[in-house]
């Protein structure tokens, strides 16, 4: 089964700081990945997903994230972030021919002043 | 945003009770899914269906049941509830099966 691992659990940066959210997934062949944002209260919003091809991937909200596979790595960034940005960050993935998503455990982005 | 709404958004209930939470789409999805978010752990697939009355179970699946009578709705039933089925509930729709797009919630309490 595939595993998602977030290793950080909280996270707290300025704003205006660039900004790094880990993700590591378990899986033998290339996954689909995912980043997903949730706002207090609210749903989970798509933010980028990666399926295959260049491996820098654009979002929206300004995020990008890159896929190393040699380090079974989708790490998530902004180069200067919002105070909007405060909100929890979930990583996924997926092989590609199922249709059900792991979901790593969250990362929470408190942005300060 | 995807037409996916969740009712009731707040229930509170106690134990013993059946409840059903209710999925309603507009978007004619294939796919539809039912997670549980509880702190630390992220979000968990309960069940998912692949189509009309078409369901199977996800990792955490004992003690909920669900149906799919029409395209459009996804009921998740809880037989009856448990103070550990106290949890935000979210339903999520995929039209290809790839990336999922999610409702508002249903805040659950069970006492």
């Known amino acids: 089964a595939q595993s998602v691992t977030q290793p950080d659990i909280h996270i707290t940066v300025s704003e205006g700081a660039s900004l790094e959210l880990r993700c590591n997934y378990s899986?033998?062949?290339?996954?689909?990945l995912f980043w997903y944002v949730q706002s207090p209260g609210q749903g989970l919003q798509l933010l980028l997903k990666?399926?295959?091809?260049?491996?820098l991937v654009q979002g929206i909200k300004g995020f990008e994230a890159e896929f190393k596979r040699s380090q079974s790595s989708f790490n998530l960034r902004k180069p200067s972030v919002h105070w909007s940005d405060a909100a929890e960050y979930f990583c996924?993935?997926?092989?590609?021919?199922?249709?059900?998503?792991?979901f790593g455990a969250g990362t929470t982005v408190t942005v300060r002043a | 945003d995807a037409g996916i709404t969740q009712s009731p958004r707040h229930k509170v209930t106690e134990t013993g009770t059946p409840v059903t939470l209710r999925c309603h789409q507009t978007?004619?999805?294939?796919?539809m899914y039912w997670y549980r978010q509880d702190p630390g752990h992220g979000l968990r697939l309960i069940h998912y269906?692949?189509?009309?009355?078409?369901?199977d179970k996800g990792e955490v699946s004992d003690g909920y049941s669900v149906s799919r009578s029409k395209t459009e709705d996804f009921l998740l039933t809880l037989e009856s509830a448990t103070s550990s089925q106290t949890s935000v509930y979210f339903c999520?729709?995929?039209?290809?099966?790839?990336?999922?797009?999610f409702g508002p919630g249903t805040r659950l309490t069970v006492l």
């Open positions: 996924a993935s997926k092989h590609s021919n199922d249709y059900k998503l792991s």
């Open positions: 899986y033998g062949a290339t996954p689909y």
């Open positions: 990666y399926f295959s091809g260049d491996t």
């Open positions: 978007e004619n999805h294939r796919y």
């Open positions: 269906s692949y189509g009309v009355k078409d369901t």
């Open positions: 999520a729709i995929s039209e290809g099966g790839n990336e999922q797009f």
